[in-house]
């Protein structure tokens, strides 16, 4: 039994010893071997590797894909007007060699980014000091960033070089700080306001201009219409005198006759109407008694009311 104990326990100790000496490099890392704490090789492909067991040899990974670095900074800057902005910010970076990495930066991820926080934000400040807010905002906005990842690209391949490539650098907001948008809201709102009204009031005017347009025509027409019911009415009135003159003069006697029944309608013309006259010795109702004026007999005319 103790025979197979101690091969057992052999077997599990060189089992652990065989696992402490590989490792695994993924694709998506660099696998950095430290002998003595110093670097003794990177791993740049993948798969299985071997090492000494420590303490003589361990292993780190490094992340070589594309990292993002976004601002985290909400410090305001000043512009070359002296105006206060704010610039968000973000960084596409990778590790290109992790020896200088590890010598230079540090031992992780984290390093570098916090590094790389402070020159970027440093080179944006300077660049921004330089410019105006239009140019910031529209004009010059690419060149900004231009001169920014230059400026980054130097500092991190200089003397001591990081070991990192930046790939790009882009601004994602340049506003003013919250005070100062604040009063630019108000005067934007305020300067709507006026163009507004002042629309408003072109609106209104164009409106009455045109209204009273529509008045004047609407006069004219009717006056035109009522001049040619005029013109057509007094031909009517001139056609219909020289019938009645045609036919009065033809028959005097009718004539007469015609005219008392029309001086007896507009007398007669309301139930409520009364007229004080001596029926037997006036003119008047003449007709009625059946002879007409001047001689000779009229028509005998309808039977009618009496007052």
């Known amino acids: 039994m103790n025979r197979i104990g101690f091969i057992v326990s052999s077997l599990l100790v060189a089992l652990a010893l065989l ?7 993924d694709q998506r890392q660099f696998g950095v071997v430290y002998s003595l704490g110093q670097i003794k090789d990177v791993i740049t492909e993948p798969g299985l590797n071997f090492k000494l067991p420590p303490p003589f040899q ?6 070589k894909r594309l990292l993002t670095l976004d601002s985290v900074d909400t410090e305001p800057m000043l512009t ?3 105006q206060r902005v704010v610039i968000d910010w973000y960084v596409r970076w990778r590790i290109s060699d992790p020896s200088q990495y590890i010598r230079n930066v540090g031992l992780d991820e984290a390093a570098g980014a916090n590094q790389l926080n402070r020159v970027v934000r440093n080179a944006f400040q300077e660049e921004v000091n330089r410019r105006t807010v239009r140019e910031l905002l529209s004009v010059k906005r690419e060149e900004v960033v231009a001169d920014v990842k230059r400026e980054v690209l130097e500092a991190v391949k200089g003397a001591k070089p990081w070991g990192v490539d930046v790939v790009d650098v882009r ?21 709507r306001k006026r163009v ?29 219409a ?33 005219r008392s029944l029309e001086a007896y309608k507009l007398s007669f013309n309301k139930k409520s109407d009364v007229l004080v006259v001596d029926p037997s010795g006036s003119e008047f109702f003449r007709a009625f008694r059946g002879g007409a004026p001047g001689g000779g007999a009229a028509p005998a005319a309808p039977a009618g009311p009496r007052r």
């Open 80 to 82: 070359a007007e002296k």
């Open 196 to 224: 507004a009204n002042e629309l408003r009031s072109t609106g209104a005017a164009e409106g009455e201009k045109i209204r009273a347009d529509a008045d004047r025509q609407r006069e004219v027409a009717l006056a035109d």
């Open 58 to 63: 361990n292993v780190t990974y490094i992340d």
């Open 226 to 258: 009522y001049r040619d019911a005029q013109k057509v009415k007094g031909e009517g009135d001139a056609q219909a005198a020289a019938l009645y003159a045609e036919a009065f003069g033809r028959d005097p006697q009718f004539a007469q006759f015609y």
């Open 171 to 191: 601004i994602t907001r340049a506003d003013y700080v919250e005070a100062i948008t604040e009063s630019v809201y108000r005067r934007m709102e305020a300067e």
């Open 19 to 25: 696992s402490s000496m590989l490792f695994v490099v």
